[in-house]
């Protein structure tokens, strides 16, 4: 359910009750298109969030907190310049339409009170955040909209604000019944009920609208039954549900999956749905932020890896054809390997061979069922160069095979460097991890930019997963390549354990030993971490290597996670998330 006018008039209500007279103390801006106000208020400290997200649009009081770019883009100093300081003195919303607007009072410059309001406009990928003065002409935008993105509207600063278009549809809070049933007689839509709903108010989404024929026909509201009788029915459903939106008997709750994922959040229950699977809340801003947290922070993070993981996609590409290649050029230098025997066979049997032949048949003594073999012979050339010719082709192929066969493991190394790049992206889950995975690829050339000499102090630093066994001991899991590494070479001493799954690309684990030996069972869970970060997650059977951290090394010139090792001992298992989820986290 998008955040309609309904659960919007709500938030209004909750904010107007929270922050209405607090002070901005603080303005950031984490997303591009997201903004913080920190708010004072009544001895307490409140975070309102505005996104003007394409994917997830909205406003509320949030606990959720996000690192900050290390410049604050010009929004934010726009914000920062006439908000700090400023009091909140009214919270409105346009009838039931999905804007808010924040009206402000601050002294400006010449120490005049003045008001500024900030506007909030929830439309999908319209969406936008819009700041404006006492007379209403816009200071800035989080959006530009310029006449080549809309001939409609434009919102741009120095041009006065102009709400968006209507659509032609009427306020549901100001319906009487009987201009409800004329509306609905003169509606022209093939007698589908919920049709008529959302496409004549403003603000209503399909759940609610289904919410109210549910009120209306209990569970029955097909587009049978058309009629005057129906008609009045749903005029009475319609103006109590919404006699409750304006008296503002709200009750948040949200909806979850079977899988207790959440699904859909509500103003307050709705009979429509398995009352089962709602759950109440006490705030709209703790159900909003229940509900959009987690799927806007994968949106994002897929937003933000979908780059680079075209960037690996096409260079992993570019490897597999550059080791068909070698691998052709290889299977053509084995078969030019037969030049040597050629040679050897033209010395052998030089004594009874002539100039001017152009091919010869002798015995191959190297069959073992000793038979004849034809040897193309070049005839302006004696025998002596014949066979000298053919050493000179062997050797050519010797060497070319030679190359090929360094390159082709090059090529291999490359791909599984690129793999492990792939899957620690498909795992990154904050912004940290991305950051270092980004350093790596611009490190090793293929995206364009200047590697870090040092991390800022500003830069989030990534830490790897801990677990605890049930056994006591610290388990370690790396998050990147740099982590890997850092987690194998400097972290972890020479008597720990080391895990990694054979031939797949993962994460390095590293058991703290505490000077003796890993317990059997230690040993299957680390094992068990080892598959399940690793791009054998969904696997049975997973084969993970094993040995004390003294037995790995790195070769120099290596890429980053990329190690060697010897005298191991490999064990298999089968990952899942249940077992994963009975370990304890450390810190």
Not at 224 to 243: C, K, P, Q, V
Request: glycine letters at 6%; a neutral charge; charged letters at 25%.
């Amino acid at each position: 359910m998008a955040l309609d006018g309904v659960l919007l008039s709500g938030v209004a209500r909750e904010l107007s009750q929270r922050i209405i007279h607090g002070r901005v103390e603080r303005v950031l801006q984490p997303e591009a298109d997201e903004v913080h106000l920190l708010i004072r208020n009544e001895g307490t400290n409140l975070r309102l969030l505005l996104s003007a997200s394409a994917s997830h649009p909205r406003v509320h009081l949030t606990a959720v907190t996000k690192p900050n770019p290390l410049s604050p883009p010009m929004f934010c100093m726009v914000l920062r310049k006439h908000l700090t300081g400023s009091k909140i003195v009214s919270i409105s919303q346009q009838g039931m339409e999905r804007i808010l607007e924040f009206a402000f009072e601050g002294i400006n410059e010449l120490g005049d009170l003045v008001e500024k309001r900030l506007i909030i406009e929830i439309m999908g990928r319209h969406s936008n955040i819009i700041l404006v003065d006492q007379n209403r002409r816009i200071i800035d935008s989080i959006k530009h909209i310029t006449d080549n993105i809309s001939s409609v509207r434009q919102v741009l600063p120095g041009l006065p604000y102009v709400c968006p278009p209507s659509q032609d549809k009427q306020d549901p809070l100001t319906a009487t019944r009987e201009s409800f049933l004329g509306l609905l007689n003169a509606w022209n839509g093939s007698g589908r009920y919920d049709r008529f709903l959302t496409d004549t108010f403003t603000g209503l989404s399909k759940q609610s609208s289904q919410e109210i024929l549910y009120m209306a026909f209990k569970g029955d509201y097909s587009s049978e039954g058309w009629n005057s009788l129906n008609h009045n029915i749903l005029a009475d459903a319609f103006l109590t549900f919404y006699s409750r939106v304006q008296s503002g008997d709200y009750a948040p709750v949200l909806l979850f999956d079977e899988e207790n994922r959440p699904k859909d959040i509500f103003p307050f229950h709705y009979g429509v749905y398995d009352q089962g699977l709602l759950r109440p809340f006490d705030t709209f801003s703790a159900a909003l932020d229940e509900f959009y947290s987690g799927r806007d922070r994968a949106d994002r993070i897929k937003q933000r890896t979908a780059g680079m993981s075209r960037v690996i996609r096409a260079n992993l590409d570019r490897c597999e054809k550059k080791l068909a290649i070698q691998r052709q050029e290889i299977m053509e230098a084995e078969r030019s390997m037969v030049y040597k025997l050629y040679g050897e066979l033209i010395t052998a049997n030089i004594y009874n061979m002539v100039t001017g032949i152009s091919e010869v048949s002798v015995l191959n003594y190297h069959d073992p069922e000793g038979g004849q073999i034809i040897i193309p012979l070049d005839a302006g050339k004696t025998p002596q160069q014949n066979a000298q010719n053919y050493y000179r082709l062997y050797n050519k192929a010797k060497k070319t095979m030679e190359k090929q066969k360094q390159m082709e493991n090059e090529t291999l190394e490359e791909i599984r460097y690129l793999e492990s790049l792939a899957e620690h992206l498909v795992r990154a889950v904050d912004e940290a991890v991305i950051d270092e995975i980004r350093r790596e690829l611009i490190a090793g050339g293929y995206v364009k930019g200047t590697p870090a000499k040092g991390r800022s102090k500003q830069q989030p630093i990534s830490k790897p997963h801990h677990y605890i066994s049930s056994d006591g001991y610290d388990i370690y899991v790396g998050k990147n390549n740099l982590q890997n590494d850092e987690l194998t070479l400097k972290f972890a001493s020479g008597s720990d354990l080391w895990l990694h799954t054979k031939v797949i690309p993962g994460s390095h684990v590293i058991v703290k030993s505490k000077g003796g030996g890993i317990p059997e069972r230690t040993l299957l869970e680390a094992a068990r971490l080892a598959a399940w970060y690793s791009k054998a997650r969904q696997s049975a059977n997973v084969p993970v290597d094993y040995c004390p951290r003294r037995n790995v090394k790195k070769p120099g010139g290596a890429k980053p996670g990329m190690v060697i090792y010897e005298h191991y001992n490999t064990i298999y298992v089968t990952p899942s998330e249940k077992d994963i989820d009975a370990l304890t986290k450390g810190s």
